[in-house]
């Protein structure tokens, strides 16, 4: 099943169909604010400009697994005063699975935002660990990396929205 889209472009204004989702065919130039002949030239023209800084999860030991779990419940139950809560949503990140190998079990993930204690923004932590050893737990934090020198990039709240 393929859907489309009819749009017009942020610099030219033409009229050309934007594809958000396709089976089998996707075109080469598929963009929600640019024409494919639009499109071609802004790609040629950032090939050159190198990215200075990726999001990327590292190893933290700012909180333990129960403190996200528990944060997590607190954020699903009545108590948060969050707008989803208010509407009785049950939002959570979804995080990718693991299984294992003879497929007796699967990992068990937790992924929410928490106060982050250095910056004191909210950012995403996440906890995995295997049912089978649950002392081996894995807890990781969503930070902007410094492609450059290869760091965590100071300032993490200049890089968030």
């Given amino acids: 099943m393929t859907t489309s889209r009819i749009k017009r472009c ?7 169909t934007y594809h958000p989702s396709t089976y089998g065919f996707m075109p080469e130039y598929n963009d929600p604010h640019h024409c494919s002949e639009c499109l071609k ?3 040629a023209a950032l090939k050159n400009v190198p990215v200075k800084f990726k999001k990327k999860w590292v190893e933290t030991s ?16 009545d108590g948060s005063p969050t707008m989803l809560n208010a509407l009785r949503l049950p939002v959570r990140r979804v995080m990718p ?4 190998l003879d ?3 699967s990992s068990q993930n937790v992924c929410e935002m928490m106060s982050d204690p250095v910056s004191k923004t909210m950012i995403y932590y996440s906890v995995t660990w295997w049912p089978k050893k649950p002392d081996e737990v ?9 492609v450059e020198n290869n ?10 929205n």
Avoid at 62 to 77: G, H, K, L, P, W
Avoid at 97 to 100: M, V
Avoid at 138 to 146: A, C, L, Y
């Fill in 10 to 16: 942020d610099h030219c204004n033409c009229v050309y």
């Fill in 41 to 43: 030239v802004i790609e």
């Fill in 62 to 77: 700012d909180y333990t697994r129960e403190q996200i779990i528990d944060a997590q419940n607190v954020r699903m139950s």
């Fill in 97 to 100: 699975g693991l299984f294992s």
């Fill in 103 to 105: 497929g007796t079990s």
């Fill in 138 to 146: 894995e807890i990781k934090k969503e930070v902007f990396w410094d």
């Fill in 151 to 160: 760091v965590v990039a100071k300032n993490q709240e200049d890089y968030r």
